[in-house]
């Protein structure tokens, strides 16, 4: 049975049909945290993102894309995100066992650039033919290219709603017109949630914001306003109300690997500052997988805390 939460957030989506309502349902009520309107996923992306050396040697079951199936599986994740060629390689085997998010457009790191466009390497027809939730579709605010992106994404999002498919919007800021520093700052990645969420997404996925501020013109607004932006939790906090006034569904990168404590001091914030979620890749297939499930369970363990 659907729970009193899992209500709350679909009421957030009246405009949906039915078709898509159950595929969020299907995501929030799925795994360890299902019905807390929580959500801890998988995403597998990295191998055609930044090679299959780089993001497999390091635990090398991680090579066959069977193995991710298994580990969103027996962690209790909520849903398994990756390209078409890893979901075709394991989508029958496992179906039914898993919510399948298809991402639509990849980049590779091949090719260097200031301004990334991804290629759109799937489809709707795709998603629906592996018995997926969601597509999933990745937009860099800050491009040069962002124009052509949120205008694919258009596309893809009026299809996949009317097919009824969840969209999952990877908001990551990048480009010639923001420095380094700037693709994580906390006015920049607060417009990047903003945007996805004006774009139509039902999920929205950004990074985890620091509390520099890029644009001469917020920081003014920020200061003036007095916007408490000093720990996660206080910019967690923001980028969910610049999501709707957090009716929109925003969960946060796990980012490069790194050591156990520093994931969780960093979860623990984010949940604190009122984040839905957890999308974990490195972090978790890039360990043994007893140690990733671990993790996994750890995390999950947080934000039901906080529910």
């Known amino acids: 049975?659907?729970?009193?939460?899992?209500?709350?957030?679909?009421?957030?989506?009246?405009?949906?049909?039915?078709?898509?309502?159950?595929?969020?349902?299907?995501?929030?009520?799925?795994?360890?945290?299902?019905?807390?309107?929580?959500?801890?996923?998988?995403?597998?992306?990295?191998?055609?993102?930044?090679?299959?050396?780089?993001?497999?040697?390091?635990?090398?079951?991680?090579?066959?894309?069977?193995?991710?199936?298994?580990?969103?599986?027996?962690a209790g994740c909520n849903a398994y995100a990756a390209p078409l060629g890893f979901l075709e390689a394991g989508a029958a085997e496992f179906a039914g066992d898993i919510p399948l998010i298809l991402k639509l457009n990849n980049s590779d790191s091949l090719v260097s650039g200031s301004d990334p466009c991804p290629a759109v390497t799937g489809s709707v027809q795709d998603a629906l033919r592996l018995g997926c939730a969601a597509i999933g579709y990745t937009i860099y605010p800050g491009s040069s290219a962002r124009n052509?992106?949120?205008?694919?994404?258009?596309?893809?999002?009026?299809?996949?709603?009317?097919?009824?498919?969840?969209?999952?919007?990877?908001?990551?800021?990048?480009?010639?017109?923001?420095?380094?520093?700037?693709?994580?700052?906390?006015?920049?990645?607060?417009?990047?949630?903003?945007?996805?969420?004006?774009?139509?997404?039902?999920?929205i996925k950004v990074k985890p914001p620091t509390e520099h501020i890029e644009q001469a013109e917020a920081r003014k607004v920020y200061e003036s306003e007095g916007i408490p932006i000093a720990s996660l939790a206080d910019r967690i906090r923001h980028v969910v109300q610049s999501a709707f006034c957090g009716r929109r569904i925003v969960i946060f990168s796990g980012g490069a690997a790194k050591g156990?404590?520093?994931?969780?001091?960093?979860?623990?914030?984010?949940?604190?500052?009122?984040?839905?979620?957890s999308i974990v890749g490195r972090n978790s297939f890039q360990r043994q997988k007893t140690e990733g499930i671990e993790l996994l369970h750890e995390i999950m363990e947080i934000y039901r805390e906080h529910t």
């Open 148 to 203: 052509e992106m949120y205008e694919h994404l258009r596309e893809l999002t009026e299809e996949a709603k009317a097919c009824g498919l969840a969209v999952v919007v990877w908001s990551y800021p990048r480009g010639a017109s923001l420095s380094k520093q700037g693709e994580t700052a906390i006015d920049v990645v607060a417009y990047a949630a903003q945007i996805a969420a004006q774009l139509g997404a039902h999920l």
């Open 260 to 277: 156990r404590d520093e994931v969780l001091a960093e979860i623990r914030q984010i949940a604190e500052g009122g984040g839905f979620g």
């Open 1 to 74: 049975m659907t729970t009193k939460r899992v209500k709350e957030i679909l009421s957030w989506y009246a405009s949906d049909n039915p078709g898509t309502l159950a595929n969020i349902a299907r995501m929030l009520n799925h795994g360890r945290l299902g019905g807390t309107g929580r959500l801890v996923i998988l995403p597998v992306d990295q191998g055609f993102e930044h090679g299959p050396a780089r993001s497999f040697a390091k635990n090398a079951a991680g090579y066959d894309p069977r193995y991710h199936f298994e580990l969103g599986i027996e």
